[in-house]
T-cell receptor
Framework: AQSVTQPDIHITVSEGASLELRCNYS??????LFWYVQSPGQGLQLLLK??????LVQGIKGFEAEFKRSQSSFNLRKPSVHWSDAAEYFC????????????FGRGTSLIVHP | DGGITQSPKYLFRKEGQNVTLSCEQN?????MYWYRQDPGQGLRLIYY???????QKGDIAEGYSVSREKKESFPLTVTSAQKNPTAFYLC?????????????FGPGTRLTVT
């Protein structure tokens, strides 16, 4: 069974600073990987996904993520954070075979200081 | 505009009453899901459906029931047997079962039971 760990419950950054949110997964084969963002009281929105190919994936809102098989990681990055990026971020992993239900991490809450 | 709608946004019920949360999608997706979200616990899968008239229990199905009579609709009933029903409920859909496609989420329903 697949699993996802987001080690950081909260991350605080200053506006304009760079950001990296960590995601580690456990899955035997090549996983399908996702990052979602959730604003308070709202549903989740897909930021980006990795299925195969180029391990550096570009997403919406200026986010990118890099798949590193050797580290079982799929960290989310943004070079310059805006106050509107304050939200909850979820990493998810899906199996490329078998059960198609993705597993979500517990989320990382991003706080942006002016 | 395609998407998922959930209604109502806020729902209040007395303990001992059953309550049904609505979820409708016009994305022509085959698969639909219900998640429960509690602070610090990420998303937990309640039920999912791959096709009309078929659904499977997720990780926390006890005290909940669903139906899938139409492709577009996947209502969730929170029964009086659910010990701690106060939570934020999210409905999602994805293109097809059999592969881990990205999920599209509704805006959520916040249920408060007193």
């Amino acid at each position: 069974a697949q699993s996802v760990t987001q080690p950081d419950i909260h991350i605080t950054v200053s506006e304009g600073a760079s950001l990296e949110l960590r995601c580690n997964y456990s899955y035997g084969a090549t996983p399908y990987l996702f990052w979602y963002v959730q604003s308070p009281g709202q549903g989740l929105q897909l930021l980006l996904k990795y299925f195969s190919g180029d391990t550096l994936v570009q997403g919406i809102k200026g986010f990118e993520a890099e798949f590193k098989r050797s580290q079982s990681s799929f960290n989310l990055r943004k070079p310059s954070v805006h106050w509107s990026d304050a939200a909850e971020y979820f990493c998810a992993v899906g199996a490329s075979g078998g059960s198609y239900i993705p597993t979500f991490g517990r989320g990382t809450s991003l706080i942006v200081h002016p | 505009d395609g998407g998922i709608t959930q209604s109502p946004k806020y729902l209040f019920r007395k303990e001992g009453q059953n309550v049904t949360l609505s979820c409708e999608q016009n994305l022509n997706h085959d698969a639909m899901y219900w998640y429960r979200q509690d602070p610090g616990q990420g998303l937990r899968l309640i039920y999912y459906s791959q096709i009309v008239n078929d659904f499977q229990k997720g990780d926390i199905a006890e005290g909940y029931s669903v139906s899938r009579e139409k492709k577009e609709s996947f209502p969730l009933t929170v029964t009086s047997a659910q010990k701690n029903p106060t939570a934020f409920y999210l409905c999602a859909s994805s293109l097809s079962p059999g592969q881990t496609y990205e999920q599209y989420f509704g805006p959520g329903t916040r249920l408060t039971v007193t």
